[in-house]
């Protein structure tokens, strides 16, 4: 499964070593007490529950940051499923450079892998629908990247990055523009002014707010905190002719009546900022 890009390699090369940096300060004290440098070691991750796998590169990454001569095996793909006891990461070399850099890799992977573990659980849940699953800016400071790539791992999509790839109307926008028609034609001038090939994205509470937003000219009409029934009634005037996000109060007990609506779009806060961590374990021989 192919999900890095080339910037996002470099990107987490820099992130990676503050994290090793804010844990190894001055030096692993104990570690460089009790084992010798030159000694050599055989170890493993093994996972102590069941999920997605996401994060086993970065992972992998963060021990040849601190040793670029370690050697390290893949036996788990990207994105699949594992189970307790599992090995999903093996690594040979130097044994003070395993135990430097277990910590960090093993806080991003179980990270990253139990957003991937949840994601998973909400695109299952919409199977049969046309409704993608998104992910929000609702991200850990400092690891978006890793967020979002976790969300993809788990079979999600992501929403705008930040906040210069994505034009998004909200509720302030509209109140200093004095209505959603002003604050859509306010983003269009601006985009044409600057020569922005970005989406458009209005929030919306009512029918009367979407229509207004899609005449405008928005792209899309995110429907804010809104029962299916009502979504529904938004959604049989507008398919076809806006796409349509629902977001606000999404769950795993609700999300498939909200696919069922028609939507295009179904925008999840809590992959990222509510997801339990998997637990894996290193081991050293």
Avoid: W
């Amino acid at each position: 499964m192919q999900l890095i890009t080339p910037d996002e390699t470099r990107r987490s090369c820099r992130i990676i070593k503050a994290a090793l940096k804010e844990d190894i300060r001055t030096g692993d004290i104990t570690t460089n007490a009790v084992v010798s440098p030159r000694r050599k070691s055989y170890a493993f991750i093994i996972s102590k529950s069941r999920g997605i796998l996401a994060g086993i590169h970065f992972c992998a990454q963060t021990f040849s940051i601190v040793n670029e001569n370690i050697s390290i095996s893949f036996p788990v793909e990207e994105g699949k499923s594992i189970k307790k006891g599992q090995r999903v990461l093996e690594i040979r070399g130097s044994t003070g450079t395993i135990l430097k850099a277990e910590r960090t890799a093993l806080n991003l992977l179980g990270r990253m892998s139990g957003i991937a573990t949840l994601t998973a659980k909400f695109v299952e849940k919409v199977k049969g629908t046309d409704t993608k699953i998104l992910d929000t800016r609702k991200t850990m400071p400092g690891l978006r990247l890793f967020d979002k790539y976790a969300v993809r791992a788990g079979g999600g999509y992501n929403h705008r990055y930040g906040l210069d790839d994505m034009f998004l109307i909200k509720e302030n926008h509209i109140a200093a523009a004095g209505d959603i028609a002003a604050a859509v034609q306010k983003c269009l001038d601006y985009r044409k002014r600057h020569n922005k090939d970005m989406q458009i994205v209005s929030e919306a509470s009512s029918l009367e707010d979407s229509e207004k937003a899609a005449g405008a000219g928005a792209d899309r009409i995110l429907l804010d905190n809104m029962t299916p029934h009502e979504v529904h009634r938004i959604v049989k005037k507008l398919r076809g002719k806006v796409e349509l996000e629902v977001s606000g109060g999404i769950t795993l007990k609700n999300v498939r009546a909200y696919a069922e609506t028609g939507v295009d779009y179904v925008s999840v806060g809590m992959l990222t900022h509510s997801a339990s961590a998997l637990d894996f374990s290193l081991l050293v021989i």
